[in-house]
């Protein structure tokens, strides 16, 4: 069972920067996503990362987020620029999609989420 730990969220005013981090008890060699959830709203997917380092992006988010990955570390990041308050919300790491596409919204593990909260 992959274990999942988030960090690095917290309240920033509009136009700060947060870098979250995701740590994994384990080397994880499948895609790995961010995600957030604002109350009231679905989840949606932020962004992801392949295997071979390719990363994809929410429309909303391009150019302001970059997802990267340490596989020494087993830790993927979220780099977070130009916060709104449209980018509050609840953040979570995800790990090993279902369906085998990095873009997908199912996947198998879970961290507990770590809260990003922007004040204009």
């Known amino acids: 069972q992959v274990q999942l730990v988030e960090s690095g969220g917290g309240s920033v005013q509009a136009g700060g920067s947060l870098r979250l981090s995701c740590e994994a008890s384990?080397?994880?060699?499948?895609?790995m996503g961010w995600f957030r959830q604002a109350p009231g709203k679905e989840r949606e997917r932020v962004a992801a990362?392949?295997?071979?380092?390719?990363?994809t992006y929410a429309d909303s988010v391009k150019g302001r987020f970059a997802i990267s990955k340490d596989n020494a570390k087993n830790t993927l990041y979220l780099q977070m620029n130009g916060l709104t308050p449209e980018d509050t919300a609840m953040y979570f790491c995800?790990?090993?999609?279902?369906?085998?596409?990095?873009?997908?919204?199912?996947?198998?593990?879970w961290g507990q989420g770590t809260q990003v909260t922007v004040s204009s």
């Open positions: 995800a790990a090993y999609s279902l369906t085998g596409f990095c873009n997908s919204d199912r996947y198998k593990y």
């Open positions: 384990e080397y994880i060699n499948y895609c």
């Open positions: 990362i392949y295997t071979g380092g390719e990363t």
